[in-house]
């Protein structure tokens, strides 16, 4: 099959014209098994899989997708039922039924990932099945946030013909029910989708198919719009490209920028495993140096704003609790924080960064972020950094002293910002467990259905992480999709967990 350009045009049976998207970003998957990821790989996953719940354009709570209803059966939070489409089948033909929600479901669990989605599984204690079309999820205590995790795309519905119930794909292959199918992927060039003849679910194609082109950096991506090569960006772009884009429009070039509140945060982690990281003065110096309203304007010029909690703005619970204790940037302060320690000369401190996930900004930030520790005096901070498949290799063998990560939200509920960095197994692969947090507040949040009422326990959680400091909130970023002037749909392609669905976007001049 020829692979299309920026062109987008292909005969189509009874001399119609299809439409074939191309969309480009650094976010390349680390994984074609959603076992496996809790990641940027979702991106993928949300339009070739199908989870029993999803979160159409526009909605801030799950809604059935190859579900036809879901709900809890009791009062006490702990019995979730849901029934199916009827009908349903793979792309490969196999029945989509009860039994294969339950094999997804429990082999994430069985496989167990280190850093992977079966964190998100921890209020689960069994699946059952009580018809072909009905499955239970019985949990071990109340959870008001399990109908979210169902509708992330780790919970993806695989097919038990095609991947094996104890450990991960190996193939290659890709067996869905989504609104696409995967005809062709080549790891680090390109993803082709085409639509999925027996799909059912909410999402209305606007398009026939499209293909995600892979790049290692944002400056070849953008350069590949502007010269039509492509005909949407996601993920990765600059904020100087950012800016340039916005010129260009001025100037008359037939591009365009959709903006989008956006929920992505970027903070720092500290590994208890490195001396240095392990030391509670050491990581209060760095809160105490971290000067945010620098870094931002520095490197993300109005693309992002200064955080002083792990959970955004704009989602309910955020607080400024960093701010609140240790205020403005001060270095006499700071060296104040490391002499009550012992700690009289500069500290030396290794920061992480990955070279391909973020774009070419996370960079020029982690030089920002070592200019700003090594000039107080107190610090000697040495920059490292790696591709992203063997960056979060080195994350969960737990080699890394000092990393960057960030965070795109499985579903929009505080609980989101918290969870799944907390725990002995979690999603930034340093077992961390705050007791109050994983045994109280938590647990006593997700017995409250009414997920506004449960701030008190989530502003309460982040005064404990400000303490420890094991986690250091930098940015919340905005969300921006650059495209040729022709594509329409961009500003409705995005999902409360920032996943890009793709069957939004089309051709103006063709549709």
């Known amino acids: 099959m020829a692979l299309l350009g920026g062109c987008g045009l292909i005969p189509g049976s009874g001399g119609q014209a299809q439409q074939e998207i191309t969309v480009g970003t650094t976010s390349e998957p680390s994984t074609l098994d959603p076992a496996a990821s809790w990641d940027g790989s979702w991106e993928l996953y949300r339009n070739v899989f199908q989870t029993l719940l999803a979160f159409p354009t526009g909605s801030t709570s799950p809604q059935p997708d190859a579900a036809r209803s879901c709900g809890f059966q009791d009062k006490s939070i702990r019995t979730y039922t849901c029934t ?28 167990n990932v280190k850093a992977g989605p079966s964190g998100l599984l921890s209020s689960l204690d069994k699946v059952t099945v009580d018809n072909a079309l009905t499955v239970t999820f019985h949990l ?47 790891a680090g060039d390109r993803a082709v ?10 999402a209305q194609r606007a398009n026939d198919g499209v293909t995600i082109r892979y790049f290692r950096d944002s400056t070849a991506m953008v350069d590949a719009l502007k010269d039509k090569r492509i005909d ?84 309910n619970g955020h607080t400024t609790s960093f701010f609140d204790t240790f205020g403005s940037p001060s270095v ?14 500069p500290v030396p401190l290794s920061l992480w960064y990955t ?14 972020l070592k200019r700003q520790l090594d000039t107080s005096g107190l610090f000697q901070v040495t920059l490292n950094s790696r591709p992203w498949k063997t960056y979060t290799e080195g994350v969960q063998a737990g080699d890394l002293p000092v990393f960057g990560r960030g965070w795109f939200p499985d579903f929009p509920d505080p609980d989101n910002f918290i969870a799944p960095f907390v725990g002995k197994e979690n999603a930034v692969g340093t077992p961390y467990e705050p007791l109050e947090i994983t045994t109280q507040l938590i647990p006593r949040s997700r017995e409250i259905s009414d997920r506004g009422a449960a701030s008190r326990q989530f502003e309460r959680a982040q005064d404990i992480l400000v303490d420890d400091v094991r986690l250091l909130p930098l940015w919340q970023g905005k969300l921006f999709i650059a495209v040729s002037d022709d594509i329409a749909g961009g500003e409705r392609a995005m999902d409360p967990q920032t996943v890009m669905q793709m069957w939004e976007l089309h051709r103006k001049t063709s549709w």
């Open 84 to 111: 199916l489409r009827k009908g349903m089948t793979f792309s490969d033909g196999s029945v989509l039924d009860a039994n294969a929600v339950k094999y997804s479901i429990d082999r994430i669990v069985k496989i």
């Open 140 to 186: 071990n205590k109340p959870d008001a946030t399990f109908p979210y995790v169902l509708g992330a795309p780790a919970m993806s519905i695989v097919d038990p013909k095609t991947y094996p119930a104890g450990k991960l794909r190996a193939d290659g292959g890709l067996t869905g029910s989504g609104p696409y199918t995967l005809a062709s992927y080549a």
């Open 193 to 202: 989708l085409k639509k999925n003849d027996s799909y059912q679910g909410f």
């Open 232 to 315: 949407v960006t996601y993920r990765g772009i600059t904020a100087d490209e950012v800016e340039d884009i916005r010129a260009e429009k001025a100037a008359g070039k037939p591009l365009d920028l959709v903006e989008n509140t956006g929920t992505e945060i970027r903070f720092l982690v500290f590994n208890p495993k490195d001396p240095q990281a392990a030391n509670p003065a050491v990581r209060r110096a760095v809160a105490q140096l971290i000067d945010r309203d620098a870094l931002v304007a520095k490197v993300y010029k109005g693309t992002a704003e200064p955080l002083y909690s792990m959970v955004p703005t704009g989602v």
């Open 332 to 345: 006499p302060k700071a060296k104040d924080i490391l002499r009550k320690a012992g700690i009289t000369g």
């Open 355 to 368: 070279t391909d996930r973020y774009g070419s900004s996370m960079a020029a930030e982690f030089k920002e």
